[in-house]
C-alpha cells in the first residue's frame, strides 16, 4: 500500500514535531486513517485516528498535545504533536485504522534533553 512516514527527529520536552504519512494505494476517501506508535520494548499501539469524513479521536495519552488530520486530495495524513514528553519517544507510523498486515518504516521520535 506503500506508506511512507516522515517528520520524525530530536526535539526537547515541551517541543513540536509535525509527522507526515503519503499513502498512495489505500483506498484514501473510505478508509479512517490512524497514527501508530511502537516505544522500545513496548507493543505497537494506536494514539491517534480520523474517520474518513474527518472526526478525529485520540488515546488518552496524546489526548490535548497531538492533532490528526487529513487530506484526502494528497492521499495524506499528519500528525501535529505539541508538548511532546519523553515518553513520546518511539518509532511513529500510519495505517489505515484497523491496519493493513503490511507497514511502513515508520519515522523515529525521541523526546529528549
Known amino acids: 500500500v506503500g506508506l511512507v512516514e516522515s517528520g520524525g527527529g530530536l526535539v526537547q520536552p515541551g517541543g513540536s514535531l509535525r509527522l507526515s504519512c503519503t499513502a498512495p494505494g489505500v483506498p484514501f476517501t473510505i478508509n479512517a486513517m490512524g497514527w501508530y506508535r511502537q516505544a522500545p520494548g513496548k507493543e505497537r499501539e494506536l494514539i491517534a485516528r480520523v474517520t474518513s469524513r474527518g472526526a478525529p479521536d485520540y488515546a488518552d495519552s496524546v489526548k490535548g498535545r497531538f492533532t490528526i488530520s487529513r487530506d484526502n486530495a494528497k492521499k495524506s495524513v499528519t500528525l501535529q504533536m505539541d508538548n511532546l514528553k519523553p515518553e513520546d519517544t518511539a518509532v511513529y507510523y500510519c495505517?489505515?485504522?484497523?491496519?493493513?498486515?503490511?507497514w511502513g518504516k515508520g519515522t523515529m521520535v525521541t523526546v529528549s534533553r
Open positions: 495505517n489505515r485504522n484497523p491496519p493493513y498486515s503490511t
